[in-house]
């Protein structure tokens, strides 16, 4: 089987996010208050309350550190204290949120709170820091700013760490293949119509990944700061033009293709047949 349909086939299903507004009771919850996070339980022990804390703060960091936001004073306040609930059986958390079987956590975006169940499987790995992505960036940006869904997902899908050179890579090898698709394509994908979602994450990581590694987390602050501070009626490629010089979009994809052209099979990757 072609190495890349194998990739396709066999994760097609498994990265659909999408913001969630559930109206949630916070009572009759177990509360754990940490630095920036309320984590809000049902059924679950102390320990993995715990862990949930301790993931939720290093992946807090390490977040801020990939986008360049630490130690900004623009940047995050006490009073704005992300909630993560976690029901006791994915069965409740389907319940209360309306969720369909195979999501993976659920996001509010605005209302800074994240959906989850007690040993729901990759939460730390990719769910929690995915969600959190998404927040700390609309957190900076704005949560009311109009933005092409790659940009919003390529960053909060660069924060799964533990997947992040594999999705590039294969971004790299879906350039020879015809389902590749170009920043115009992924430009029209909307929230719960995205085809071949894998691929739509995995290309739009990997185009945030070209921005910050060819032009520094500098440039992507002042990106992200460009977008915070556009005017009503401007557009974000407004902010893009001014950040990165480029044109357009067809510039922007001429860089990124070019960036994953150029760069190097690792020892590890898997070659095409
Ligand atoms: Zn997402």
Redesign the pocket.
């Known amino acids: 089987m072609n190495i890349i349909k194998a990739i396709i086939t066999s994760v097609i299903l498994f990265?659909l996010?999408?913001d969630c507004f559930a109206q949630i009771s916070t009572t009759l919850w177990d509360i754990k208050k940490v630095d920036h996070f309320i984590i809000y339980s049902r059924g679950a022990s102390s320990e993995y309350v715990d862990k949930v804390a301790r993931n939720a703060e290093r992946d807090y960091v390490d977040i801020a550190h990939d986008l360049g936001f630490s130690g900004l004073n623009e940047f995050w306040t006490w009073d704005k204290r992300i909630k993560i609930y976690l029901f006791d059986t994915k069965l409740a958390y389907q319940k209360a949120i309306g969720a369909p079987d195979w999501s993976a956590g659920s996001?509010s975006f605005n209302k800074r709170e994240i959906y989850a169940y007690v040993d729901m499987d990759n939460f730390f790995d990719t769910v929690l820091p995915?969600?959190l992505g998404?927040i700390i960036f609309r957190e900076f940006v704005g949560f009311n700013k109009k933005l092409p869904l790659w940009l919003?997902?390529g960053v909060?899908?660069y924060m799964e760490r533990t997947r992040r050179h594999e999705r590039i890579i294969l971004s790299k090898m879906l350039m020879r293949h015809a389902e590749f698709m170009t920043i115009d394509i992924l430009s029209k994908m909307i929230r719960g119509k995205i085809l071949m979602p894998e691929i739509f994450y995995a290309e739009s990581l990997s185009i945030v990944d070209y921005l910050l590694q060819t032009f520094g987390k500098d440039k992507f602050v002042e990106f992200c700061r460009r977008i915070r501070d556009l005017k009503p009626g401007q557009t974000w490629e407004l902010a893009l033009r001014e950040t990165y010089k480029f044109k357009g979009l067809s510039e922007l994809n001429h860089g990124w293709e070019e960036y994953l052209e150029n760069m190097p099979f690792t020892e590890s990757t898997p070659k095409l047949n």
Request: charged share 25%; glycine share 10%.
């Open positions: 990265f996010y999408g996001v995915h969600e998404h919003d997902e909060a899908s």
